[in-house]
C-alpha cells in the first residue's frame, strides 16, 4: 500500500503570509494527487486534483505542484478563512490513502 | 450543487450492527462511483469502501473487510453502508463522497462530500 506523509503537522501563520506544505508519496503515484480543506465541523472540500489542477471555485492563491513522490501545496497571501486543516490523498491506486495533515493556525 | 445528505449514526454497542445511508441529489446519481471515507474523532481520513455504477463492484480497507458492505439504489439515489461486528475502533463520522471520474482508468478524487454521520462505538 501506498502511504502518505505530510508535513508539518501544523503551522503558524498571519493573515497575508506564505504556507507551504508539503506531502510525501511512499511509491511514484506520477501527478495523481489531490489536497483538501477541511475546517471544523465541516466536511473536506476538494481544493486541487492531479497535482496541480485548481477546482471550479478555488481562489487562486492556492496552488499546488510536484510528481512522482514530492508534492506541495502552497497558499499566497493568507486569507482569514484559510486558516483550517489541509490532507493530501493519492488518487493512483487502491487503497486511496491520505496524508496525516496540516493544520494552519493563527500566529 | 451537488447534494450528499448522510443518515444512520448513532450509539451502538460493541459486536452491533448499524446500516448508514446517503441519500444523492442535484446530479445523476446512476453515472458515479461512490465511495465512503470515515474520520475517527480528531483524526485524519480514512478511505473505507468504493462501489462502481451498477452495484457490480465493490472494493474495501482492510480493517472493514469482511464487516461491512457497500451498496446502492439508483432507483432510489441512495449508497449505503451495512457495519457489522463493530468495534470501539469503527467509532467515526462517516462522509459519503462522490468520484469525480468513476473510471478505472482515471485517477480517484472525492469532488463532493456529504455533511457526514457520526457512528459511536461504546458499551
Known amino acids: 500500500d501506498i502511504q502518505m506523509t505530510q508535513s508539518p503537522s501544523s503551522v503558524s501563520a498571519s493573515v497575508g503570509d506564505r504556507v507551504t506544505i508539503t506531502c510525501r508519496a511512499s511509491?511514484?503515484?506520477?501527478?495523481?494527487l489531490a489536497w483538501y480543506q477541511q475546517k471544523p465541523g465541516e466536511a473536506p472540500k476538494l481544493l486541487i486534483y492531479?497535482?496541480?489542477n485548481l477546482q471550479s471555485g478555488v481562489p487562486s492563491r492556492f496552488s499546488g505542484s510536484g510528481s512522482e513522490t514530492d508534492f506541495t501545496l502552497t497558499i499566497n497571501s493568507l486569507q482569514p478563512e484559510d486558516f483550517a486543516t489541509y490532507f493530501c490523498?493519492?488518487?493512483?491506486?487502491?487503497?486511496?490513502?491520505f496524508g496525516g495533515g496540516t493544520k494552519v493556525e493563527i500566529k | 450543487e451537488v447534494q450528499l445528505v448522510e443518515s444512520g449514526g448513532g450509539l451502538v454497542q460493541p459486536g452491533g450492527s448499524l446500516r448508514l445511508s446517503c441519500a444523492a441529489s442535484?446530479?445523476?446519481?446512476?453515472?458515479?462511483?461512490m465511495h465512503w471515507v470515515r474520520q475517527a474523532p480528531g483524526k485524519g481520513l480514512v478511505w473505507v469502501s468504493r462501489?462502481?455504477?451498477?452495484?457490480?463492484?465493490?472494493m474495501y480497507s482492510d480493517s472493514v473487510k469482511g464487516r461491512f458492505t457497500i451498496s446502492r439504489d439508483n432507483a432510489e439515489n441512495t449508497l449505503y453502508l451495512q457495519m457489522n461486528s463493530l468495534t470501539v475502533e469503527d467509532t467515526a463520522v462517516y462522509y459519503c463522497?462522490?468520484?469525480?471520474?468513476?473510471?478505472?482508468?482515471?485517477?480517484?478524487?472525492?469532488?463532493?462530500w456529504g455533511q457526514g454521520t457520526l457512528v459511536t462505538v461504546s458499551s
Open positions: 511509491l511514484s503515484i506520477k501527478t495523481w
Open positions: 442535484r446530479f445523476t446519481f446512476n453515472t458515479y462511483w
Open positions: 463522497t462522490r468520484d469525480s471520474y468513476s473510471s478505472i482508468t482515471y485517477p480517484t478524487y472525492f469532488d463532493s
Open positions: 492531479s497535482a496541480s
Open positions: 462501489i462502481n455504477i451498477d452495484g457490480s463492484r465493490t
Open positions: 490523498q493519492q488518487a493512483n491506486s487502491f487503497p486511496f490513502a
